[in-house]
Structure formats: C-alpha cells, structure tokens
C-alpha cells in the first residue's frame, strides 16, 4: 500500500474554498477539455462533467463538517460497487486454480487493487481533477480521457447487463448444455420478468441524481451479501461435518483444451471483482471532511471487507459442488444441498442475492450515466442537471440498451472475460499506473517501478484473456 505521508492533503480551508467558489462558478470543464485554472490541472477535462464543489444535481455541496457522508456511508457506497456480479463467478475461478491459488490470486488482487486505489485518490487530489477521466487527462490528454470515458462506459454497461442475466436465470431458469437450472418464477416467461424488474425496481433507484442518496441501499446490498457468505459457509461447514464435501483441487487442472483456456482468463474475471475505480471521485466528493487520508480508509476498509467476503464465498461455493461448480454460483443453488431445509435455504440464497444485485444496478448505472453524458454534451453550459427531459431519456435510453443486451450474452463467464480483459484490466491498473508515471516525482523510484509492474502484468493478462475469449467465441461458432 501506499504510505498516507505521501499522499497530499488537499482538504482546502474556508478561505480557499470562498476564493474557489467565487471563481469557478460551479461550471463544468470546457468543450476542449481544459478544467478552469484554478482547478490546477493542465489540459483536462472532466469524465463526470461536475468538479468537486458541485453534485450531480447542480446543487452547490459544502465542505463543512454537517454535510456530506461519513466513512461508513462512503465504505458503503464503494463496496457496494465492489461486490457485485463478480462473486458469482468466484468459485468457478476456484475450481479452475485450485484453492491454495485461488485464495491466493484473491488476496493479490486484493492488494494490487488497493495500491491501484490510492493511486487514483492521490493525483485526483494533487491535481484537483475530481473525476476519473480528469485524472487520466492530466497525465494523458483529451485521448486518454476519451478512452478512460469509453472504458467506463464499456465496463459498467457489461457489468449492468450480468447483473439482469443473473437476474434473469434466478428467476426464470437457465439453461447449459444439457442442464437446466429451473427459476422462482418457473411459469413467467424471462422476459417479462425481466422488463418488469426494470420498470418497478431498477428504474426508480437509477433516477436518483446523488450517489449519496444511494448509502441506505448500498448498506442493505453489503448486508445482503454479508447473508449470502454466511448462508453458503454455514451449509459447507454443515457438509463438511457429515463428510458430504468432495476432496479440493489443490492445483490448476492442465489436462484439456478448455481447462487451459479457463485457467487463461481467470485473471480479467478476478479484475472485474475489484474495479470500483470510476467512483471514487463521486463517493470523495461527497465525503464529510474530506481528505485523502480519509478516503485512503474508506478504500481500505472496503478492500479489506470485500477479500474476506471473496474468499468465503469462493472457498464454500467450490467446496459445495466441487468440479460442478458453474460460472454463476447461483444457478447451483436449484437443487438439494443435502441438509435440513434445502429448499428453503436455496430459496433465500437465491432471493438475497438478486435483491443485493438490485440494489447494486444504481450505484454502477450512475457514473454510466454520467460518462456518456460528458461525451455526448461536452459543451460546459449545457449540464445534465439544468435539464429534466435530457436527464431522464439519457438514463432510459441507457436502461434499454442493457436490457436488450442482456439477451444476446449467453452467460456471465463469457460477459467477464470480456469486460475483464478490456476495460477492467485499463481502469484498475493500466490507466493509474500510466498517470503514476507520467507525473510522479523524479525520486520516487519505488512507485515508478510498481507502476511499471501493473502496467506489465495488466497488459500481458488483457493479451492472454482477449485472444482466447475471441478464440472461445469463434471456435464455438464453428462447432
């Protein structure tokens, strides 16, 4: 991790922060993407389109201590945006490495994540640029941020449409190859079940302008996936007392094609479980009291939680159904578990966590939102938040795009490869690592050569995860 004495301090006092409201004017960052002088940050533009002063809804947020979300409210929201969709596939990363390098790729990743993390807060900070794609800008220009926006765009659109597949066969079944995983709601055809969720649930949540806002649901969704890894544990431990648990995988299988190419795209999938980067600076700027080094714990506790909340449901997931295990854990749960009230169990399981990915949709939907809202109007004096009918067309015509995604990717292994390998690999680790050396300091050589080494290991990974995924698709299209 980085050390908090070399993160700056960038909490202004209140004669600072007068002398930047009276010059900012709250406005957006020019067409040409130059932030305002005293932003302080060289040719750049913003990825949200709002600066730190300012929210989403155009209202003006003060710095003082009565406003704003605290640690817990904050640990929330980005872990929220953390655990997702990617612990479904968790356990399937497990079957492929086997459990001692599947715990440990976990806790790597973890703590590359972290570093990664405080990468983005410290130069967001240094140089002012409140978004993610201010932040690329400054070290990378107008391109570099247009790529940072479109692989926001890229990443949260692919994760939003996992979240409705997952959805989609907890509710109304799936199928895979010669099995079928049976939904809730067996007679309601998918898609029906999945338009009505969007139009009862995950559009009212995603019309919600603060991503503050979000902080009760964000609590309730880590709750949600706190009950899953406790359910799915307690039943593995309950096994393994009988002695109904399969002996694991201690090493990665190399004994076929396929079991190759998995153990080949293992590292985007397990990217995708940990890219939380792109909120970063909406959850900062709606922090009470505001400092890197409050927001460096806030990151740290939300990584801490969400490893050991991985490793859990990726050890019992793997110990529970063993070489059976699928890409989406979930559709595991549709038969007996071999204890006391399966059914019930399966039940519950199932229902938490599509209730958890409900409330998840929003937090990643907003800086979606946002992204493509910057790049389709980057004139600065026309900002979402002035127009209601802008606003709402923007966030349903992003919903229908998701919706109808959902229907053309068979599965979320295939959705993760992709997302993972691409966008997920360049906003953990490419772009922060490339901002990290283009602007740190001449003696920091320690961060030079770790940003050398994620740059390294994020672009041979994405190489690795690409070909085979496009591989994957064209060989099965052949067959």
């Known amino acids: 991790m980085l050390p908090s004495s070399s993160v700056p301090q960038v909490d202004p006092g209140k004669e600072e922060e007068a002398q930047l409201l009276e010059s900012s004017k709250y406005h957006r960052s020019d067409a040409n993407g130059a932030a305002p002088a005293q932003f302080g940050a060289p040719g750049n533009g913003s990825a949200t389109g709002y600066s730190i002063l300012e929210i989403s809804t155009g209202e003006r947020q003060s710095s003082s201590s009565s406003s704003g979300s605290g640690v817990a409210g904050a640990v929330f929201n980005l872990a929220t945006s953390i655990i997702g969709a990617g612990i479904m596939a968790l356990p399937a990363t497990m079957r492929v490495l086997g459990v001692p390098l599947g715990v440990a790729m976990i806790l790597a990743m973890g703590v590359l994540s972290e570093i990664s993390l405080e990468i983005v807060v410290r130069f967001s900070t240094q140089l002012k640029a409140w ?6 800008g400054a070290a990378c220009g107008r391109a570099g941020k247009l790529v940072s926006q479109v692989c926001i765009i890229v990443n949260n659109s692919g994760i939003l449409i996992v979240y409705l597949i997952i959805i989609g066969d907890v509710l109304s079944g799936s199928s895979s190859g010669s099995s079928h995983h049976p939904g809730l709601l067996k007679s309601l055809d998918r898609r029906l079940v999945l338009l009505a969720t969007m139009l009862l649930v995950l559009a009212p949540l995603s019309s919600l302008k603060r991503i503050d806002s979000l902080r009760f ?24 007392i009988q002695g109904k648990l399969t002996t694991p995988r201690s090493l990665p299988s190399l004994a076929s094609r396929k079991s190759v190419l998995e153990l080949l795209t293992v590292v985007p999938i397990m990217t995708n479980a940990f890219i939380c980067h792109f909120n970063i600076q909406p959850i900062y700027c709606e922090l009470k009291n505001r400092s890197a080094a409050r927001m460096n714990k806030v990151g740290r506790i939300s990584t801490l939680l969400c490893m050991s909340v991985y490793i859990a449901t990726a050890l019992s997931g793997y110990l529970l159904f063993g070489e059976s295990t699928a890409s989406d854990i979930l559709s595991n749960f549709d038969h007996d578990l071999g204890i006391a009230d399966s059914t019930l169990i399966n039940d519950v399981i199932r229902i938490g966590y599509v209730l958890h990915l409900m409330l998840v949709f929003p937090v990643i939907h907003f800086s979606l939102r946002q992204n493509v809202d910057a790049i389709l109007f980057p004139d600065p004096k026309q900002q979402l938040a002035d127009s209601t009918v802008r ?41 922060p690592a490339l901002v990290a050396l283009r602007l740190s300091k001449a003696r920091e050589k320690g961060l030079e050569c770790l ?23 064209v060989t099965h299209h052949v067959d």
């Open 131 to 136: 978004s993610y794609g201010e932040m690329v």
């Open 217 to 240: 649901s964000s609590a309730a969704s880590v709750a949600l996936a706190v009950v899953f890894v406790i359910l799915s544990s307690g039943v593995a431990v309950v096994k393994g």
């Open 391 to 431: 606003f709402w067309a923007l966030t349903a015509s992003l919903l229908a795009i998701v919706f109808v995604g959902s229907a053309f990717i068979p599965n979320i292994w295939i959705a993760f490869q992709f997302t993972g390998a691409t966008a997920g690999l360049s906003l953990g680790f490419m772009f």
């Open 451 to 473: 940003a050398w080494t994620m740059l390294v290991l994020a672009g041979v990974a994405s190489f690795l995860g690409l070909t085979t995924n496009i591989y994957n698709v």
